[in-house]
């Protein structure tokens, strides 16, 4: 689904860019526009995220602005969630900021419980069984704003994420994830890999799994395949 207001948004996001950053890439989800590996930055732009919540009417839907680095790094990321009244910044090496203030820091993860939330993609179950979760399940409709979850909410120990996701989708997360000192990676343990994210039409290669320090172990041991 796509709506008039993602493709304005992204040609305003894109524009702003550019004069601001004129030597760096573009990669937006509405637009196709040339690559240039030689470039330092590479901007990677998702104008709504959660259109369907977005024509629908409910609040869950964010803009997300990821930068990487010259080697495809998650270098800084903003997402807001206007309805929410929710700005996060991240800025690699510097504390992750909740609307203009520090984030809190959570406490590794010791064990699961009853009220442990794992917030999951609209497709996992096509991918694992989460019945040996003893917790709560929480399905939001925006990848990009539900991969945050864990460094926000102290009651979200992870994320998992379909492979039909796109790099728009989780490369401002990746780095706000990283500012608050979370764990992201493939399912297999595999760091994402942004470059092979382009050659694959910036489509995750895999399972992304993010969750706070300490969880993705215990988690391990709860899930499996289908």
């Known amino acids: ?22 030597d760096a890439n573009l990669v937006g989800e509405e637009f196709a526009r040339e690559f240039d590996p030689r470039l330092p930055w590479t901007w990677v732009i998702d104008p709504i995220d959660g259109t369907d919540n977005y024509t629908q009417g409910t ?4 803009l997300s602005i990821g930068l990487l680095d010259h080697r495809l790094q998650p270098a800084a990321g903003i997402i807001y969630a206007p309805r929410l009244d929710l700005l996060l910044f991240a800025d690699i090496g510097r504390p992750l900021e909740i609307n203009g203030r ?4 959570f406490p590794p993860v ?10 999951i993609s609209s497709k996992i ?32 120990v ?13 490369a401002a997360a990746h780095a706000i994830l990283l500012a608050a000192g979370c764990r992201v990676a493939y399912y297999d343990g595999r760091p994402l890999d942004y470059g092979a994210m382009r050659v694959n039409r910036w489509n995750l290669e895999a399972i992304m799994v993010a969750s ?11 899930i499996r395949p289908v």
Request: charged content about 20%; some cysteine; proline content about 6%.
């Open 212 to 222: 706070r320090p300490g969880a993705w172990d215990l988690l391990a041991r709860r």
């Open 1 to 22: 689904m796509v709506t008039e207001a993602d493709r304005r948004t992204e040609e305003f996001l894109c524009g702003a860019i550019s004069r601001l950053f004129p």
């Open 158 to 170: 992870a994320v998992l994420q379909e492979p039909q996701a796109f790099a728009w989708d989780i």
């Open 102 to 105: 520090e984030a809190a820091v």
């Open 59 to 62: 609040h869950y839907w964010c």
């Open 125 to 156: 179950l096509h991918f694992l069984d989460l019945r040996g979760f003893p917790g709560k399940l929480r399905i939001l409709g925006s990848s990009a704003l539900q991969s945050c979850y864990p460094a926000c909410y102290p009651g979200a």
């Open 110 to 119: 010791k064990e699961l419980t009853s009220l442990s939330g794992l917030v």
